[in-house]
């Protein structure tokens, strides 16, 4: 395969699918490859936030997605590490846009098949072995078809690394999060998981964090339910994730009568989680990196596919400029970074202030949660500084903790 594209995407999860319709829509030749087999699972909580919806209306595909078997997200409810527990309402059913939970078997095969049907070039099957630079910018990808063996280069004028956590592009870059900044998480698919509703569970507890528990509800009684550690602590602690996951569900109040009568699917099943508390560098003279390839995981709840969807999009309004003004460069490019943290950033930094919060300071954790159950307007005052709220506040680190605390 000689001809050169406009763009190559390294990738067919949310990132590079959403990415590609994007450079479609501007009248980008745009290819797209994965060494999978679609539809394929990939291990995460399922959880797509407010952020992916934005997209998927403007892409016109929202309608079709909210057709997939899922769960609609109107709300949370979170635990602090002495077990009190709050429900919270951050979205108004009546007419906000609900988040939702659906598997990755899904969302992922939906938009690989809106890909296709977007008229962009897709690959499957197709491995990149390695990304060949010269100085800061990529000559040619050299891949693999992984059903004959065929090995081929390719070659575009511009390159997107959108190959999640473990992406070939940023190992040759040498783009890796410290262990403070790196989760490890746990998944399994529970049946029969009692008090199952239209929020997200976020359980703080004490043994995990600055990680957490988590239940996300699924449609026939059935939750993703899982957990994640920063790595730094876990390695700490020396803490084995099945065990502490099994002691969750066995012995913590909160969940052992729940999961009583619940069957485990399948296995349980571990990832990575590279956060974006970590700021990455991530582009450079003709590449950009994406998603999980470029480290945006959300530090709190470990959501990825918003962020995704958000990197997605800033990359390709770049790019169509950078194609248009024949501006493929390194100090062009960056204004990718600069829009995207622009748009991700006070969210993030908030996500990481109260993950902190909770390592450093368990009791102010206890201590907000339990003011919030028994005041019903701090803890409306508390939904509204949540950073996942419809119309939050923007607030300072000071500031933030004192409001909480007053």
């Known amino acids: 395969m000689t001809n050169e594209y406009d763009v190559i995407i390294a990738g067919a999860g949310p990132a590079g699918t959403v990415c590609a319709m994007y450079l479609k829509k501007a009248g980008k030749k745009v290819l797209v490859?994965?060494?999978?087999?679609?539809?394929?699972?990939?291990?995460?909580?399922?959880?797509?936030?407010?952020?992916?919806?934005?997209?998927?209306?403007?892409?016109?595909?929202?309608?079709?997605?909210?057709?997939?078997?899922?769960?609609?997200?109107?709300?949370?409810?979170?635990?602090?590490?002495?077990?009190t527990q709050i429900?919270?309402?951050?979205?108004?059913?009546?007419?906000?846009?609900?988040?939702?939970?659906?598997?990755?078997?899904?969302?992922?095969?939906?938009?690989?098949?809106?890909?296709?049907?977007?008229?962009?070039?897709?690959?499957?099957?197709?491995?990149?072995?390695?990304?060949?630079?010269?100085?800061?910018r990529i000559k040619e990808l050299r891949c693999k078809d992984l059903e004959t063996n065929e090995e081929f280069a390719l070659t575009a004028k511009i390159y997107i690394g959108a190959?999640?956590?473990?992406?070939?592009?940023?190992?040759?870059?040498?783009?890796?999060?410290?262990?403070?900044?790196?989760?490890?998480?746990?998944?399994?698919?529970?049946?029969?998981?009692?008090?199952?509703?239209?929020?997200?569970?976020?359980?703080?507890?004490k043994d995990l964090l600055p990680g957490y528990f988590w239940i996300f509800p699924l449609p026939d009684n059935t939750a993703n339910v899982g957990l994640g550690m920063v790595i730094k602590d876990m390695t700490e602690r020396k803490m084995k994730l099945t065990d502490a996951m099994k002691q969750a569900i066995e012995e913590n109040p909160l969940f052992k009568e729940r999961f009583k009568d619940a069957e485990l699917e399948?296995?349980?099943?571990?990832?990575?989680?590279?956060?974006?508390?970590?700021?990455?560098?991530?582009?450079?003279?003709?590449?950009?990196?994406?998603?999980?390839?470029?480290?945006?995981?959300d530090p709190l709840s470990g959501e990825g596919v918003g962020t995704a969807s958000i990197s997605a999009r800033n990359a390709a309004s770049v790019i169509v400029e950078a194609l248009d003004s024949d501006k493929i460069n390194d100090k062009?490019?960056?204004?990718?970074?600069?829009?995207?943290?622009?748009?991700?950033?006070?969210?993030?930094?908030?996500?990481?202030?109260?993950?902190?919060?909770?390592?450093?300071?368990?009791?102010?954790?206890?201590?907000?949660?339990?003011?919030?159950?028994?005041?019903?307007?701090?803890?409306?005052?508390l939904e509204s500084m949540l950073p996942y709220t419809e119309g939050k506040q923007k607030i300072g680190t000071t500031q933030f903790i004192l409001s909480l605390l007053a």
């Not at 399994?188 to 199952?196: D, M, P, Q, S």
């Not at 003011?371 to 005052?381: L, M």
Request: charged share 30%; glycine share 8%; aromatic share 10%.
């Open 33 to 83: 490859i994965d060494k999978a087999k679609f539809p394929r699972d990939k291990v995460c909580g399922d959880a797509q936030g407010r952020k992916l919806a934005k997209d998927l209306k403007e892409l016109g595909i929202y309608e079709d997605y909210k057709k997939l078997p899922g769960v609609a997200i109107y709300g949370l409810i979170l635990s602090s590490p002495n077990g």
């Open 87 to 136: 429900e919270m309402d951050l979205i108004d059913k009546a007419k906000g846009t609900p988040g939702y939970v659906v598997r990755r078997m899904d969302i992922d095969n939906f938009l690989f098949e809106q890909t296709k049907k977007f008229g962009i070039e897709i690959r499957e099957r197709v491995a990149v072995e390695d990304v060949v630079f010269e100085g800061n």
């Open 163 to 205: 190959d999640g956590a473990n992406s070939i592009f940023a190992k040759k870059l040498n783009l890796k999060n410290p262990p403070e900044h790196f989760i490890v998480a746990l998944r399994g698919y529970y049946k029969n998981v009692e008090g199952l509703t239209d929020k997200i569970e976020i359980h703080l507890v």
């Open 266 to 297: 399948g296995e349980i099943l571990a990832w990575n989680l590279p956060l974006a508390s970590y700021h990455r560098k991530c582009h450079g003279g003709n590449y950009v990196l994406i998603g999980d390839a470029a480290g945006l995981i």
């Open 332 to 381: 062009f490019l960056e204004k990718y970074d600069k829009l995207l943290w622009e748009e991700i950033g006070p969210e993030i930094k908030a996500s990481y202030r109260i993950q902190r919060l909770g390592k450093k300071f368990p009791f102010l954790l206890d201590k907000v949660l339990e003011k919030a159950d028994k005041n019903p307007e701090f803890r409306k005052k």
